[in-house]
């Protein structure tokens, strides 16, 4: 794939307004957040998604690397198909490709980035590696915590976030946008030093 193809920024979830304000739909959230960042509207895209072009932030006071944030219009368990539409569509590969996904082994607020592994349970997750065939794509991963006492882990998810974590919630949406930034801007290393760091 060229090194001229745009990055491709999915945030997963769950469509309709039903999920909306569940943790497992933090993903969707963040691109959410970047669209308003970027005043670019997301937009039905025919690779089953919504989805707008943008530039990553700023570098030395230019627009940022080119990208396609996008969130698929398929449930979790399907991600994959819109996936992989996008990239064919847009020319990309793997490994242009950043996932924003909920996280429960990551506590609650807290933000970590790597590339490829396993998918830990992740049915978003799982179903991207398996439609491309690779688990080698960057993952930016949104800490929502373990559920309290014996909560099933499938209730938690698709729960609303507390008032409390409500209250959080921009911070942590924007800690994860900035997040995508570095990461397409700077690259993987460079975004773990900065967000893995204590703070």
Request: glycine share 14%.
């Amino acid at each position: 794939m060229s090194d001229n193809a745009p990055w491709v920024v999915v945030g997963l979830g769950n469509p309709g307004d039903r999920y909306a304000g569940n943790r497992h739909n933090v993903g969707a959230m963040v691109v959410g957040e970047l669209s308003s960042r970027y005043a670019s509207p997301l937009r039905a895209h025919k690779a089953r998604a919504s989805a707008a072009q943008v530039r990553l932030g700023t570098v030395d006071g230019r627009p940022g690397p080119a990208a396609v944030i996008a969130v698929p219009h398929s449930y979790m368990n399907e991600s994959g198909g819109p996936v992989k539409a996008l990239l064919s569509f847009f020319g990309a590969g793997p490994d242009r490709l950043i996932v924003i996904h909920d996280e429960l082994d990551i506590d609650a607020g807290q933000v970590r980035l790597k590339l490829g592994g396993g998918e830990g349970g992740h049915n978003g997750l799982r179903s991207i590696s398996k439609t491309l065939g690779t688990r080698d794509y960057l993952r930016v991963r949104v800490g929502i915590g373990r559920p309290p006492g014996r909560m099933d882990p499938a209730d938690y998810v698709l729960r609303d976030f507390s008032k409390d974590e409500r209250a959080e919630l921009p911070f942590l949406l924007g800690e994860a946008a900035d997040a995508v930034e570095v990461l397409a801007q700077q690259g993987l290393l460079v975004a773990q030093q900065r967000f893995h760091s204590p703070r």
